[in-house]
C-alpha cells in the first residue's frame, strides 16, 4: 500500500511529462505495430508523414486463425478480413482526427503524458534477494518483437496515468516501455502495464522500414 501510494504521488508531482504525440516525428512510412490487448488485437501501421496517417484495424483474436494467414502484418496488408473495425487517423501536431468520431484507446493512449520513471523504481528481472543481501538483478526489459523475431534492445521506461474515462483503465497510473533499438519502433510503447491491476497490451509483431 505504501509503495503504491508513493508512485502515485511521484506520477502527479513529476514536471517533467510529455506526450506521446510528441514523439511521433520518428516514424516511417512502412512501420507496422500489432498490439495484443486484453481481448482484441490492434494493428497500426503508419501510411504517410508530414502530416502523419496511420490506418488502424481492430479484430477479435481468432482472425487470424480463421483466416489462416502468416502474420497479423500480412492480415493488415491484405485488407484486414474479419476486422470488427478500420479507422484512419491523421496526427498534425497535438490535433488528432479520425473517421470513426468516437474517442478510441489509440487516441486517448497518444494523448498520455509521459514521465521518465528513475531506474531505481524500476522492476528488476529475477527473484527478489534475501534480506540484507545487496540486490544486483538487472532491470527487467520487455521483449522486443520485430518481423516475428526477438531482438536484442533495452527500453526506456515511463509512467503515466489513464484519464477518467469510466473505462477500466480510469484513473490508473501506468507503465510504458519504448525500446531503444533502431531496428524498432522507437515512438510508440511495446509493453504497457498497469502495476495497481493485472492490465497489460503487448506489442506480438512489429515491422520498420530501417530493419536489415
Known amino acids: 500500500m505504501i509503495k503504491t501510494i508513493f508512485f502515485s504521488f511521484f506520477l502527479l ?18 512501420d ?3 498490439l495484443e490487448l486484453p481481448q482484441s488485437i490492434c494493428v497500426i501501421g503508419v501510411t504517410k508523414t508530414s502530416p502523419i496517417h496511420l490506418r488502424v ?16 502484418i500480412t492480415w493488415f496488408e ?11 487517423m491523421i496526427i498534425e501536431g497535438k490535433n488528432i482526427s479520425s473517421s ?7 487516441r486517448t493512449l497518444l494523448n498520455l503524458e509521459l514521465t521518465p520513471l ?7 528481472a529475477g527473484p527478489r534477494p534475501h534480506t540484507g543481501e545487496h540486490d544486483l538483478r538487472p532491470i527487467w526489459q520487455p521483449k522486443i518483437i520485430v518481423d516475428r523475431q526477438s531482438i536484442s534492445s533495452t527500453s526506456d521506461a515511463f509512467t503515466a496515468i489513464w484519464p477518467d474515462d469510466s473505462s477500466p483503465l480510469a484513473n490508473r497510473p501506468l507503465i510504458l516501455y519504448f525500446p531503444l533499438s533502431d531496428k524498432a519502433v ?4 511495446y509493453w504497457i502495464e498497469s502495476p495497481t491491476s493485472s492490465y497489460h497490451v503487448t506489442v506480438i509483431d512489429s515491422s520498420h522500414p530501417c530493419t536489415p
Not at 485488407?79 to 473495425?85: E, H, K, P, Q, T
Not at 522507437?186 to 510503447?189: H, K
Request: proline share 3%; glycine share 4%; hydrophobic share 40%.
Open 13 to 30: 508531482v513529476s514536471l517533467h511529462a510529455e506526450s506521446i504525440l510528441n514523439r511521433l516525428d520518428s516514424l516511417q512510412i512502412g
Open 32 to 34: 507496422r505495430l500489432v
Open 57 to 72: 484495424a481492430s479484430a477479435t483474436k481468432d482472425v487470424l486463425v480463421r483466416q489462416e494467414k502468416e502474420s497479423w
Open 78 to 88: 491484405e485488407g484486414a478480413d474479419d476486422a470488427i473495425r478500420v479507422d484512419s
Open 100 to 106: 470513426i468520431e468516437q474517442t478510441s484507446w489509440l
Open 118 to 124: 528513475p531506474k531505481v523504481y524500476r522492476k528488476r
Open 186 to 189: 522507437q515512438a510508440l510503447p
